[in-house]
């Protein structure tokens, strides 16, 4: 029996309870790609997404997309984009939608931090250049919304088997584990400076 943490959309508040930063989690069932024109939309021009994601799952990602032609697509390539691109949105982004995970690239701030403690959504890392890796686990694309923004900006509705590895980065508690390790870092770099001081304080 396989011991991996799964999700499967839709997800509900009392199964992230368990979850936390630094677990590593896979999805099941759909994933939407969004970005940053789909999220200015919605924030800030009040456009209601085409696309239902209350209870799903958003990746912060431009894929490659292959037309099969019929309006059937294939995934080539899907990397994660840099999350923090959407952290000014991405707290009344969970507010209004309903999202209760977000997959991208690097950490968030205090904002999507406050938005995932509030209304219980998690923050996940894709480790990036695992482009190929992602597609792989993207079974079909079942919709496509928003096509006028481009390939890298549609929302591509993907159904996916276990989509991962995910690494929590921000849980439902409040916890951010970036910034809880930019706080051990800076202790280590302080103590690492202070020893080597001590070696080189002839230098003027």
Same mark, same amino acid.
């Given at each position: 029996m396989s011991d991996k943490k799964i999700l499967t959309t839709p997800i509900k508040a009392e199964d992230l309870e368990d979850i936390n930063i630094g677990d590593i989690i896979y999805l099941n069932g759909y994933i939407v790609t969004c970005r940053d024109v789909a999220h200015r939309r919605l924030i800030n021009h009040g456009r209601k997404l085409p696309v239902d994601i209350?209870?799903?799952?958003?990746?912060?990602?431009?894929?490659?997309?292959?037309?099969?032609?019929? !309006?059937?697509?294939?995934?080539?390539? $899907?990397?994660?984009? +840099?999350?923090?691109?959407?952290?000014?949105?991405?707290?009344?982004?969970?507010? /209004?939608?309903? $999202?209760? $995970?977000? $997959?991208?690239?690097?950490?968030?701030? /205090?904002? +999507?931090?406050?938005?995932?403690? &509030?209304?219980?959504?998690?923050?996940?890392?894709?480790? !990036?250049?695992?482009?190929?890796?992602? !597609?792989?686990?993207?079974?079909?694309?079942? &919709?496509? /919304?928003w096509k006028d923004l481009g390939m890298p900006e549609t929302l591509w509705v993907c159904k996916v088997k276990e989509f991962g590895p995910l690494i929590v980065s921000i849980d439902t508690h409040g916890r951010n584990i970036f910034e809880e390790n930019k706080v051990i870092f800076n202790q280590r770099k302080d103590k690492a400076i202070e020893k080597i001081c001590k070696h080189v304080d002839f230098i003027k």
């Open positions: 209350n209870g799903g799952a958003i990746f912060h990602a431009g894929p490659i997309i292959r037309p099969l032609g019929d !309006a059937k697509y294939e995934m080539v390539s $899907v990397g994660p984009t +840099t999350s923090m691109r959407m952290e000014k949105f991405e707290k009344e982004f969970i507010k /209004q939608t309903g $999202v209760k $995970v977000i $997959v991208g690239k690097g950490g968030m701030g /205090q904002g +999507t931090m406050e938005g995932c403690r &509030d209304y219980k959504a998690l923050h996940c890392v894709f480790p !990036a250049g695992c482009a190929v890796l992602a !597609a792989e686990c993207v079974e079909e694309i079942v &919709d496509a /919304q």
